[in-house]
């Protein structure tokens, strides 16, 4: 009897070791289909900063699609430091994300982190401006260089009989001031009596383009127009010019910030070029998305240009 009760026992304790078994290998599959079914992305945007009202757009355009579309974005911002973009990389390649966004600081320096994506299997999509170095599996933007010729033939257009132009520079380095600069030189080095005066880099930003612009003032006076790499720019310059009297000088930005556009339109800035940050941000985590599911993408995600100009 004794034996019998033991090898019932026995019986019983292994059939409650093995259901338990099957309980936790059911729940393991069932665990195992549920992150399967959600297919949420990882996604890292790395900014170049987000002390600009154009990238701060960029980045809302990424989380209302990010939101959309049910993934994960985890976005860093470089603080326009190179080696602090690089580190912030670093540290997006060790929480593991699908796909890694990166809108460069500066286009070179940038090369060695979008080569540590490259090892660790990780696709990156450059944002708004491009690599000089890595795979990139696409570039979103739209055409600096288009744009550059936009603002260039706004101000042939309008100086009729010529003028003076000061040429306030983006960051050097990036691939958005090098290609705004080329296309603009495109046009206006053919025109006819028009003359850059002054150039200088003042990093996109409105307190360095002031600083910039009143510098240029003591020595040039006799200004028709200033072309700057951005609406932060612009905006500084105008102030300085604000201040020197100097209000029928025509200034032309580019991004179509709120600000500058606002500006434009109570007369104060002559035209920006109107990109559009929230579409660029929306087509980033899109293409993400798309390159995780293995789909192909094109190389180069062009987004539309337009110029916003006063009355």
């Known amino acids: 009897m004794r034996k019998a009760v033991g090898l ?45 009202p154009f990238f701060v757009t960029l980045k809302e355009g990424a989380e209302k699609a990010a939101k959309d579309e049910g993934a994960e974005l985890i976005v860093v911002d470089a603080q326009n430091d190179s080696a602090k973009q690089i580190n912030d990389i670093e540290d997006l390649i060790q929480q593991k ?69 000061v040429e306030l520079e983006g960051i050097p380095g990036s691939s958005a001031a090098r290609e705004r ?52 720019m612009a905006l500084g310059a105008l102030e300085a010019l604000q201040a020197h009297g100097m209000n029928n000088v025509l200034v032309v930005g580019f991004d179509a910030t709120d600000d500058a556009v606002k500006a434009v339109k109570e007369g104060k800035m002559a035209a920006t070029v109107a990109q559009k940050p929230a579409l660029i941000g929306e087509k980033a985590v899109e293409a993400a998305i798309r390159v995780h599911k293995g789909e192909k993408v094109e190389k180069f995600i062009p987004v539309p240009l337009e110029l916003v100009q006063g009355q």
Request: charged share 20%.
């Open 97 to 165: 994300v699908d796909v890694l966004l990166v809108n460069p600081t500066d286009s070179s320096a940038v090369a060695s982190a979008i080569e540590s994506a490259n090892s660790a299997n990780i696709p990156v999509i450059t944002v708004d401006r491009s690599a000089d170095g890595g795979e990139v599996v696409t570039h979103i933007a739209s055409d600096n260089v288009a744009g550059g010729k936009m603002a260039a033939q706004f101000l042939v257009d309008h100086l009729k009989n010529g003028g003076n132009i």
């Open 181 to 232: 600069g080329e296309g603009f030189h495109q046009v206006i080095d053919k025109a006819a009596n028009m003359k850059v005066v002054a150039k200088q880099a003042a990093d996109f930003d409105r307190a360095k383009g002031l600083a910039v612009m009143e510098n240029i003032l003591q020595s040039h006076k006799d200004i028709q127009a200033v072309f700057a790499h951005n609406d932060e």
């Open 8 to 52: 019932l026992a026995t019986l019983l304790l292994a059939g409650g070791v093995l259901g338990g078994c099957s309980l936790d290998q059911n729940n393991a599959s069932s665990d195992k289909g549920k992150t399967k079914q959600d297919g949420e992305v990882k996604i890292g945007l790395s900014i170049s900063t987000l002390n600009n």
